[in-house]
C-alpha cells in the first residue's frame, strides 16, 4: 500500500460539498464483523481496522449510543467533527437538545489496547443489549456496533420491506445511484 494526497468530507452546507484535502489514505471503515465481548465487556477490534485507527486517531475512539439501539464507534477526530456540529443545534429546540443529549451525554472516550481491544462500558452495553455476541458495521467515518440477534433481525426487516418502487425517498437520496 502507498500514500497519496485524498480527499474527504469535512463539512457540508446549503451550496455543496467542501472538500478539504488530508494527507496520507483516507480511513473508511466498511463491512460486516462477528465479534465476542469478553466477560469484562472488551471487544477486540478486527486487525484489518487497527492500523488505520492507530494511524487516524491514535488508538483513540469515542463509543455513544444511536437512536436504533445500537452503538456508534467514532475514531476521536471523527467524533470532534460531529460534536461540533452538535454542539450549534439551536438548544431551544426540543428535538436538537434531545439529540444532543443522547449523543453528547452518552459519549465516552476509549483507547485501544495493547492487544487491539476497547473496552465497552456498562452503560452502553446494557444500553444496545450487548451481551457476549456482537456484529461491527463499518459505515465510513465510523462503526456501529450491535447485539447479534438484533442486528440479524433488523437487518431481515430491512431486506423484507415493501419494494423501493413504494417507498418515497428523501430528497437527498433521489439522485443516488447504486
Same mark, same amino acid.
Given at each position: ?26 480511513? /473508511? ?7 465476542? =465481548? #469478553?466477560?469484562? &465487556? %472488551?471487544?477486540?477490534? !478486527?486487525?484489518?481496522? +487497527? @492500523? ?50 443522547? /449523543? ?7 483507547? =485501544? #489496547?495493547?492487544? &487491539? %481491544?476497547?473496552?465497552? !462500558?456498562?452503560?452502553? +452495553? @446494557? ?50 445511484? /447504486?
Amino acid at each position: 500500500m502507498f500514500a497519496f494526497a485524498t480527499y474527504s468530507v469535512r463539512e457540508v452546507d446549503q451550496s455543496g460539498i467542501l472538500w478539504i484535502q488530508t494527507p496520507g489514505r483516507m480511513s /473508511l471503515y466498511r463491512g460486516v464483523n462477528s465479534l465476542t =465481548l #469478553d466477560a469484562k &465487556g %472488551r471487544m477486540a477490534m !478486527p486487525t484489518r481496522y +487497527r @492500523e488505520q485507527l492507530l494511524t487516524h486517531s491514535a488508538g483513540q475512539m469515542v463509543v455513544t449510543v444511536d437512536r436504533d439501539h445500537c452503538l456508534l464507534l467514532y475514531p476521536l477526530p471523527e467524533w470532534e467533527i460531529i460534536e461540533r456540529k452538535l454542539v450549534k443545534l439551536p438548544t431551544l429546540n426540543k428535538q436538537a437538545r434531545r439529540l444532543q443529549r443522547l /449523543l453528547i451525554g452518552h459519549a465516552t472516550e476509549c483507547e =485501544l #489496547d495493547s492487544n &487491539g %481491544r476497547i473496552l465497552v !462500558p456498562p452503560p452502553l +452495553r @446494557e444500553f444496545a443489549s450487548l451481551d457476549r455476541r456482537a456484529v461491527l458495521i463499518g459505515q465510513g467515518n465510523k462503526f456501529e456496533l450491535w447485539d447479534e440477534v438484533t442486528w440479524n433481525e433488523r437487518r431481515d426487516a430491512w431486506l423484507n420491506e415493501v419494494d423501493g418502487d413504494d417507498l418515497e425517498l428523501p430528497t437527498e437520496l433521489e439522485t443516488l445511484s /447504486l
